[in-house]
């Protein structure tokens, strides 16, 4: 069974593993944090897309309002000219003219028609997008100040647990804590194990005849002979 130097180890170890858990869920928290904002980014940019597609079906309905006065203007000029030229063959030129400008009006006036749509869907697309925005990241920065308020709350927690670990240190030979801070400074916690059925518990490896009687005497420590681990014999 435990001697009273492995019981205080087994505390500190204990204190130490729950310290450790609270200082990961700290190190999430940032993480957690990013992926959110990334997440708000990514909204935002789609959003920004949107609005961008709307803006550019709007500038290209002023592109084709612009052409359509042109050839419209144009048009009227042609007329103007055709009242007052006197050759059959000038005359029949400029009706041809006007045919084709009239030809061409009518395709720009379909094109705006075309985009006049796509401009009414854009803006109820960029509508709908806006409040599935609004809502995605109203959701999101929610989540954002529970993750702050964890995260204060961990703070207190962990501050709590550090000052837990201080105090089941102050009673362990400074020897034996140097041994355990070795240790645990390693991957592969716990590093204070039992023996059982003559096997560390840690490496789950069979100890050595000597390991097994040194850990029954009175209140030493023992580490396996094959992980290095501190292993104690248990009844």
């Known amino acids: 069974m435990p001697t009273p130097t492995i019981e205080k180890l087994l505390i500190l170890q204990d204190r130490d ?21 990334k997440k708000i980014a990514g909204e935002q940019t789609a959003m920004e897309a949107a609005r961008g597609q709307l803006q550019q079906l ?16 144009q048009m009227a000029r042609y007329r103007s000219q055709q009242i007052q030229v006197k050759k059959n063959d000038e005359f029949h030129a400029l009706g041809l003219e006007i045919e084709h400008a ?27 997008a806006g409040e599935e925005q609004k809502r995605n990241v109203g959701g999101h920065e929610a989540r954002i100040r529970l993750l702050h308020e964890r995260e204060a709350a961990l703070q207190a927690e962990l501050r709590t647990a550090q000052e837990l670990v201080a105090a089941a240190r102050e009673g362990i030979d400074e020897t034996v804590r140097r041994l355990y801070d070795r240790l645990a400074g390693k ?44 292993v104690y014999w248990e009844a």
Do not use: F, W
């Open 187 to 230: 991957p592969g916690l716990p590093v204070v194990v039992a023996i059982r059925e003559g096997k560390c518990e840690g490496c789950h490896l069979k100890i050595s005849s000597n390991i097994d009687s040194e850990t029954r005497k009175a209140d030493k420590v023992v580490t396996c002979d094959q992980c290095g681990r501190i």
């Open 17 to 37: 593993q729950k310290r450790m858990a609270q200082e990961g869920l700290l190190r999430a928290i940032p993480r957690d944090v990013a992926a959110i904002e």
């Open 58 to 73: 709007e500038l290209k309905k002023k592109a084709l309002e612009s052409e359509i006065a042109a050839a419209t203007e």
């Open 102 to 128: 009239q030809s061409a009006i009518g395709a720009l006036e379909e094109q705006e028609l075309e985009v006049m749509y796509a401009i009414d869907e854009a803006r109820r697309k960029c509508a709908a």
